[in-house]
């Protein structure tokens, strides 16, 4: 049986090929998940598992779609 982690790290690669593979709307759907996955980060007592899939997501994005997500890097960091 697979555990949650491993579950959340495949899911994380999914959304990386399909951010990979684009579209017309692909800027707007990252900045989105962008901002969504910092602010699950800088919540002062998230549940760690809300945490673990953010920066999966956010490893993913930077990893995938590098341009779009330079604008975001300070924001990414400040939530760090």
């Known amino acids: ?3 949650d982690n491993t579950i959340f790290k495949q899911c994380a690669e999914v959304y990386g ?3 990979r593979l684009g579209g017309t709307k692909i800027v ?3 900045e989105n998940d962008v901002d969504f996955a910092v602010k699950w ?3 002062s007592n998230p549940r760690e ?3 673990y899939a953010s920066i999966l997501v956010l490893k993913e994005l930077l990893y ?3 341009i779009i997500t330079f604008t975001k890097i300070f924001a990414i960091e400040s939530a760090l």
């Open 41 to 43: 980060i800088s919540v």
């Open 17 to 19: 090929i399909l951010v």
């Open 49 to 51: 598992i809300k945490k």
């Open 64 to 66: 995938e779609a590098p």
């Open 1 to 3: 049986m697979l555990s």
């Open 28 to 30: 707007q759907v990252v």
